[in-house]
C-alpha cells in the first residue's frame, strides 16, 4: 500500500531551526515534495528531490534517503509567518499524482 | 511560471443542486490535471485524475456520476458536484504538472459550503 508519516503537530520558537521528518512507503517513487498550506489556502511548493542528498534553497533545506524511504525538511532562522502546514508528498502513483502524507502543523512562538 | 486558475473561490449551494468548478492552467499545457479535496484538519486525498481527450480516472470510494469531470481542452478541466450535499462540503483544489522539477502547481482552491 501506499503511506506516508509525518508528525501531526510541532511547536518551535523565532528564530530557532526545526526538522520536520517524513517516511514513506510508496510502490513507486518519482520524487519527493514540500509544500507549505496556510489553513484555507492552496499548497506552495517549497521543495523537490529525486536524487538522495540535501537541496538547499535560503532558509529551506530538503533532504532525502531514498534507500531509508525518508526526508526532512528544515527550517532555519524561523519567523512567525512560517506557522502552517507543511505538507510531504510523493510522486509515486501509476498515474503521475502526488500521494500526500497528512501534514505537520508548524506552530511558531516569540 | 506556471500557474493554474481555479474558480470560484468559495461556492454555497443548496442541498440537491449543481456547483460546477473549473480549472485552468494559464501559461501551459496540461494534459493531466487532478483534483483533490480536502476536509478540515485532513490532508488532501486524490479524487480523480482528468485526462484530457478522455474519461477521467477516480479513486476508489469516489462517485463518478456525482462527481463529474470534463477536460475539453489542454487548458481547462472542470469539476461538477452533482446533486450536492452537506458531506460534500469541503475544499477542492486541483493540480497540473508543468514540469518535474517545477513541482505541481495547484489552483487556489474552492471552499464548498452545501446547506
Known amino acids: 500500500g501506499q503511506n506516508i508519516d509525518q508528525p501531526t503537530e510541532m511547536t518551535a520558537t523565532e528564530g530557532a531551526i526545526v526538522q520536520i521528518n517524513c517516511t514513506y512507503q510508496t510502490s513507486g517513487f518519482n520524487g519527493l515534495f514540500w509544500y507549505q498550506q496556510h489553513a484555507g489556502e492552496a499548497p506552495t511548493f517549497l521543495s523537490y528531490n529525486v536524487l538522495d542528498g540535501l537541496e538547499e534553497k535560503g532558509r529551506f533545506s530538503s533532504f532525502l534517503s531514498r534507500s531509508k524511504g525518508y526526508s526532512y525538511l528544515l527550517l532555519k532562522e524561523l519567523q512567525m509567518k512560517d506557522s502552517a502546514s507543511y505538507l510531504c508528498a510523493v510522486d509515486g502513483g501509476s498515474q503521475g499524482n502526488l500521494i500526500f502524507g497528512k501534514g505537520t502543523k508548524l506552530s511558531v512562538k516569540p | 511560471g506556471a500557474v493554474v486558475s481555479q474558480h470560484p473561490s468559495r461556492v454555497i449551494c443548496k442541498s440537491g443542486t449543481s456547483v460546477k468548478i473549473e480549472c485552468r492552467s494559464l501559461d501551459f499545457q496540461a494534459t493531466t490535471m487532478f483534483w483533490y479535496r480536502q476536509f478540515p484538519k485532513q490532508s488532501l486525498m486524490l479524487m480523480a485524475t482528468?485526462?484530457?481527450?478522455?474519461?477521467?480516472?477516480?479513486e476508489q470510494g469516489v462517485e463518478k456520476d456525482k462527481f463529474l469531470i470534463n477536460h475539453a481542452s489542454l487548458t481547462l478541466s472542470t469539476l461538477t458536484v452533482t446533486s450536492a450535499h452537506p458531506e460534500d462540503s469541503s475544499f477542492y483544489i486541483c493540480?497540473?504538472?508543468?514540469?518535474?522539477?517545477?513541482?505541481?502547481?495547484f489552483g487556489s482552491g474552492t471552499r464548498l459550503t452545501v446547506v
Open positions: 482528468s485526462n484530457e481527450g478522455s474519461k477521467a480516472t477516480y
Open positions: 493540480s497540473a504538472a508543468k514540469g518535474q522539477v517545477d513541482g505541481y502547481t
